[in-house]
């Protein structure tokens, strides 16, 4: 068998293209902002960004990004460990350890390789390794990567994962891994009791809170929202939702980051993120520290467009982020949905299997205008009967 007859059979795209249907890879021209201008010449109200603080076109973030283009060109062409690394990038890892409340921390040229690195550079052989079973893709490659053993427990299971820590043996070395804010559904993980489960046999835990920086507690994130900073041992964030850039840092301890430095080969083997990208997210954290009140402002949008689908009938996941999740029957309603808004003017995200069961995904941002909420929640007045109530309230109830 050729190894490419998988590919020549993959036809799934094709007919919903076709149909108008497709709704991945859309092309939009300028800025990511509430306003997003199709490549047709439309524009839509953007309610699925994850431009939480509405900064990537934020003038200040913009001429961060030129100025360190004009000092430092488009690209280092290595590695940091080698040729790649500039007082930028070790300024931005000095700012978010202070502005997080961790002892240090260590910049990545992705969120993705931030997991890679600091799970791979960590997990041996008879290590074992407990992920949520929501957790990001990046987590589970990078799992997958380790000689460690992987073991999955439902999602924000805690006593499913007393079991799983119960069961390893004392001998072995366990971390456990959870996402801070999970993307999909916009809910929590239980922080305390994960802190307290890890202290009592022993293990490790690891928070990636891409998600949840820029968001919760003045933008501090998860561990700060529930005060339990000083209890995660190592935390993952990304720049490219609230810090509108593009890169990612692992915080934690100064010797495990040191180890980190030499062990992580996500960022070993890989070139350092461009000087534009860290300025640009040393800028937006400026403004955090400075306008905290924009965390504020995109909680406050979300929940006021979650009260009015929630008075049309929608079973929304319960949340306290900017992310609202509405579930959908099947695959088909939710592309019909999301093709019936894009024609009301209201840009949402369609997540299919395997990504997560069928569902809108919705994000809303500080910069969002009340006109374009009661926008969106008109377009969602308009398509309800493209979506029933039924799977929503399993799925609500899961969550």
Known sequence: MDIFDRARSFDLAHGARQAGLYPYFTAF???????????????????????????????????????????????????????GNTPLHDELERELADFLGMPAALVFA?????????????????????????????????????????????????????????????????LVVVDGVYSMAGDLCPLPQLVELCGEYGARLLVDDAHGLGVLAEGRGTPAHFGRTADVDLLSITFSKALASVGGAVLGSPEVIEYLRHHARSQIFSAAAPPANIAAALAALDVLRNEPWLCEQALANAQFVQGELHDLGYHTVPSETPIICVPTLDVTATVLAWRALLDEGVYVNAILPPAASPRLRLSFTATHSPEQLKKAVSAFAAVRKLLPVGAADDLAAAS
């Open 29 to 83: 021209d300028g800025p990511d902002a509430t306003t997003a201008r199709l490549t047709t010449g439309e524009d839509v109200v953007m309610c699925g960004s994850n431009n939480y603080l509405g900064l990537t076109a934020d003038h200040r973030i913009r001429a961060a990004a030129k100025a360190a283009i004009d000092r430092y060109g488009t690209s280092r062409t290595g590695s940091r460990l080698l040729n």
């Open 110 to 174: 992705t969120g993705y390789q931030a997991n890679l690195g600091v799970i791979t550079g960590l997990l041996a052989r008879d290590d074992v390794v407990l992920i949520d079973r929501e957790a990001h893709a990046s987590i589970y490659d990078a799992c997958s990567m380790t000689p460690a053993k992987v073991r999955r427990f439902p999602h924000n299971d805690m006593d499913a994962l007393r079991r799983r820590l119960a069961a390893c043996t004392a001998e072995a070395s366990t």
